[in-house]
C-alpha cells in the first residue's frame, strides 16, 4: 500500500487526445490519440477538426490508459484536466469529460494550467522539482520564461513571445522548404546535415534598444519573415535551394536567441536550474546548446525525454498529483474551460 496519490489527467488543449495515470511521481500509463494527420493537409491545426476527433477518441483513450495502468477508475484519488490555455473547443471536450467522469466516480477534479503542467511533468523522470528553477516552455503555441517557486502555486512569468512561438516559426519554414508538418521534427532531421552558420539569420529582441524593453522577451515573425525572403531571392535568382543549410541556420538562430535568454534569466535571479519544456524541447540542438551553455554558468539543466514533452496527459497528471499531495483546494465542478488561462492561476 502507498498513500501516494493516484491521478489521471486529461490533456486536450491542440490535437492530442491524451490521458496520464500516475501515482506520485510514477507514470503508470500515458496514452495518446493524435489527430496530426487529420490537419497535416491544412498545413496547421483546424479547431474544429481537433474538437471531433477529442469527441472521438476519449473514452477509448481513457479505458486503454486505465487497462495499461492495471487500475479500475474507482480506484483514482482525483481527475486533473487541462484547463487552458489552449483552443477553446478542443479543451471543452476535455473539461466536460473530466466534469463527467469526476461526478460519476465521486471524485475531486483539478482544472489545470497547460504550461504548469509542461514543467510538472518533468518530476516523472527527474524527481522533485528544485525550488526555485527557471522554466523555459517552447511550442507551438508558447515561448515563456517562468520563475517557479512552487508548481502548485508559485509561478511567475518573466518573459513571453510577442508574435510568433518558437514552435510556429518551425511550421512556417518549414511549409516554406516543404517539409511535412509538423515542422519542428522535419526541421530538426534536415539541419544535421546542414550548415548552422551558412546563412546569417536575425536573432529576434536582442539588439541593445530590444533589451531594455524586452529583455526576456521571444520574437521569431521577423526570422520567419527573412528566411521567405531569402529564399525568394535563391528562386529568383534560380539557385537551388540547399534546405539542410537553411533548416540548420534557421535552427540555429531560434536556438541561439531561445538558450541565451533563458541562462540572462536563470543568472538574473540567482537560479541554478534551468528546465525546458513544451513539444520544441524534443529539438536535438536546443538540448545541446542548453546543456552547453548553461555548464559554462554552473547552471544544471533538465529536460524531459521527448515523448514527455510533447502534449501529453501525463503532465496534467503529474501535476494533479503534486496538487493532492500538496493539499490544494480542488476546483468546482463549474469550472470553465479557458483558452487564454494565464500562467499565474494554476489552478481554474
Request: aromatic share 2%; with cysteine.
Amino acid at each position: 500500500m502507498t498513500d501516494e496519490p493516484l491521478v489521471l489527467g486529461i490533456e486536450t488543449s491542440c490535437d492530442e487526445t491524451g490521458v496520464g495515470i500516475v501515482r506520485g511521481h510514477t507514470l503508470l500509463a500515458d496514452t495518446v490519440a493524435s489527430s496530426v494527420e487529420e490537419h497535416a493537409r491544412f498545413g496547421g491545426v483546424v479547431p474544429e477538426v481537433a474538437s471531433r476527433a477529442h469527441l472521438e477518441a476519449m473514452v477509448p483513450t481513457i479505458e486503454r490508459a486505465a487497462e495499461t495502468a492495471g487500475i479500475a477508475l474507482s480506484d483514482i484519488d482525483a481527475v486533473a484536466v487541462t484547463s487552458g490555455p489552449g483552443l477553446a473547443g478542443a479543451l471543452l471536450v476535455g473539461v466536460a469529460s473530466a466534469k463527467a467522469l469526476a461526478l460519476g466516480l465521486g471524485k475531486p477534479i483539478y482544472g489545470v494550467n497547460h504550461l504548469a503542467a509542461h514543467v510538472a511533468v518533468d518530476q516523472l523522470e527527474h524527481g522533485p522539482l528544485p525550488e526555485p528553477c527557471l522554466a523555459m516552455l517552447v511550442s507551438g503555441g508558447h515561448s515563456s520564461l517562468l520563475e517557479v517557486t512552487d508548481v502548485t502555486v508559485g509561478v511567475e512569468p518573466m518573459g513571453s513571445t510577442i508574435d510568433d512561438a518558437a514552435g510556429e516559426a518551425f511550421d512556417k519554414v518549414a511549409r516554406l522548404l516543404g517539409l511535412p508538418f509538423p515542422g519542428g521534427p522535419h526541421i530538426d532531421k534536415q539541419a544535421r546535415s546542414g550548415n548552422s552558420v551558412a546563412i546569417d539569420f536575425p536573432r529576434g529582441l536582442t539588439s541593445r534598444r530590444d533589451l531594455e524593453r524586452h529583455r526576456f522577451d521571444f520574437s521569431f515573425s521577423g526570422l520567419k519573415t527573412a528566411v521567405a525572403r531569402w529564399v525568394e531571392t535563391q528562386q529568383r535568382e534560380g539557385v537551388t535551394i540547399d534546405v539542410a543549410d537553411v533548416a540548420a541556420s534557421f535552427q540555429e538562430a531560434v536556438c541561439d536567441v531561445l538558450t541565451r535568454k533563458a541562462i540572462d534569466a536563470a543568472t538574473s535571479r540567482g537560479i541554478e536550474d534551468i528546465l525546458i519544456g513544451g513539444g520544441v524541447a524534443a529539438n536535438s540542438r536546443l538540448r545541446a546548446m542548453a546543456e552547453e551553455r548553461a555548464a559554462a554558468q554552473g547552471i544544471r539543466v533538465r529536460v524531459p525525454r521527448p515523448g514527455l514533452c510533447t502534449d501529453n496527459g501525463a503532465m496534467v497528471a503529474a501535476l494533479g498529483a503534486e496538487l493532492v499531495a500538496r493539499g490544494r483546494t480542488p476546483s468546482l465542478l463549474d469550472l470553465p474551460a479557458d483558452s487564454s488561462q494565464p500562467i499565474t492561476t494554476v489552478v481554474a
